[in-house]
């Protein structure tokens, strides 16, 4: 019987600009880094409450990532989506889509990281 959900994988091209994006921009803790028994490379993120990790893999052997269009995302929640986009914006990563309201009150907006990954924010309604 399944009893939690442990982390989520992500390939990349480019290890260490999708780190920097993780750790700089949105803010995640690089919880560990190692190389697997196939020679995969991978960092593993957490966020700040979260028991979920997400895994960041290299592994040129799989061939080019390829990463389609509206396929796959994270959401993440965050205290207040304008000074988060003004944060992100200044660090070269601006809001490619939103800030959008929606029908509870929260507002969404989303942000590319490297090699096409879409980052949904969500702020809450308070």
Same mark, same amino acid.
């Given at each position: 019987?399944? !009893?939690?959900?442990?982390?989520?994988?992500?390939?990349? %091209?480019?290890?260490?600009? %999708?780190?920097?994006?993780?750790?700089? @921009?949105?803010?995640?803790?690089? *919880?560990?880094?190692? %190389?697997?028994?196939?020679? &995969?490379?991978? @960092?593993?993120?957490?966020?700040?409450? &979260? =028991? =979920?990790?997400?895994?960041?893999?290299?592994?040129?052997?799989? $061939?080019?990532?390829? @990463?389609?269009?509206?396929? *796959?995302?994270?959401? +993440?929640?965050?205290?207040?989506?304008?000074? +988060?986009?003004?944060?992100?914006?200044?660090?070269?990563? #601006?809001? &490619?889509? $939103?800030? %959008? #309201? !929606? &029908?509870?009150?929260?507002?969404?907006?989303?942000?590319?990281?490297?090699?096409?990954?879409?980052?949904?924010?969500?702020?809450?309604?308070?």
């Amino acid at each position: 019987m399944l !009893t939690r959900l442990l982390h989520t994988r992500y390939r990349v %091209t480019d290890l260490e600009k %999708t780190a920097h994006f993780y750790k700089e @921009v949105l803010g995640l803790e690089e *919880t560990r880094r190692h %190389t697997s028994p196939r020679g &995969s490379q991978l @960092v593993f993120f957490k966020a700040p409450g &979260s =028991e =979920e990790e997400i895994e960041i893999c290299k592994f040129d052997g799989s $061939g080019p990532v390829n @990463v389609g269009h509206d396929i *796959t995302h994270l959401a +993440f929640e965050v205290d207040d989506l304008a000074v +988060f986009a003004k944060q992100a914006a200044a660090k070269g990563y #601006p809001l &490619s889509d $939103g800030p %959008t #309201p !929606t &029908s509870t009150g929260s507002v969404i907006a989303f942000i590319d990281a490297p090699e096409g990954y879409e980052i949904e924010l969500i702020q809450r309604a308070k």
